[in-house]
């Protein structure tokens, strides 16, 4: 049962362009949802993160816009720049004592120049 | 650089063979995430120690096997090893001041021959 799903799978977009991806979970005990960005060779590194309180989070190019009732968020990259390229997961945690993630299956973003 | 270090960065070994990943957290933290990393599987949480403690457990098979030491540092052991088995490996850390944030080691990628 995958319980955070995410799309698309890949996703190309323009240089300036703007690049959204999306993401849909079940279980209404989660509460901290944080995008991870993961470039080849490398971790996953923490990107931003929204908690259900808040509809829109903005740091810099990127934002995330949830919708508690639609029990969905999503990733904005305005200006997306080549060096954005990368895989780019999002992830879910229940409150409680252990913060496990249980991430979606991630989205490849290629940005052409 | 995120503070988390993995060794070895690769390991190449047989079916049935049993092998040990090593993770040295962030100075500090106390919690070590491990998760396993497959083109069909995702990203997927397989074990969480809190200072030397286990905290939370995932889809971590009965062949694996994790602990965390007095001085935090945590070690996967993988016993009888299948092809499936292949993967990277990830170790996360994350501290009393922003548990909600982990940071991800560079992993350790596994191949079974």
């Known amino acids: 049962q995958q319980q955070v799903k995410q799309s698309p799978q890949s996703l190309i977009v323009q240089k300036g362009g703007i690049s959204i991806i999306n993401c849909a979970y079940e279980?209404?005990?989660?509460?901290?949802f944080p995008w991870y960005q993961q470039f080849p060779g490398k971790g996953p590194a923490l990107l931003i993160a929204?908690?259900?309180?808040?509809s829109e989070k903005k740091e810099g190019r990127f934002t995330i816009s949830f919708n508690k009732s639609a029990k969905q968020f999503s990733l904005h990259i305005m200006d997306s720049q080549p060096g954005d390229s990368a895989t780019y997961f999002c992830?879910?945690?229940?409150?409680?004592?252990?913060?496990?993630?249980?991430f979606g299956k991630g989205t490849l973003l290629t940005v052409n120049p | 650089d995120s503070g988390v270090t993995q060794t070895p960065k690769h390991l190449i070994t047989a079916t049935g063979q049993r092998v040990t990943l090593r993770c040295s957290p962030r100075?500090?933290?106390?919690?070590v995430y491990w998760y396993q990393q497959s083109l069909d599987q995702g990203l997927q949480f397989l074990i969480q120690?809190?200072?030397?403690?286990?905290?939370a457990k995932g889809n971590i098979l009965e062949r694996f096997s994790a602990q965390q030491f007095p001085d935090l540092h945590s070690e996967l052991n993988l016993s009888s090893l299948e092809l499936g088995d292949s993967a990277l490996y990830f170790c996360?850390?994350?501290?009393?001041?922003?548990?909600?944030?982990?940071?991800f080691g560079p992993g350790t990628r596994l191949t079974v021959l």
């Open positions: 996360a850390s994350s501290g009393r001041g922003s548990p909600d944030t982990q940071y």
């Open positions: 279980n209404t005990a989660f509460d901290y």
């Open positions: 929204i908690r259900p309180d808040v």
């Open positions: 992830a879910a945690r229940r409150g409680g004592s252990n913060y496990k993630l249980t």
């Open positions: 100075s500090g933290d106390l919690s």
């Open positions: 120690y809190y200072n030397g403690e286990e905290r």
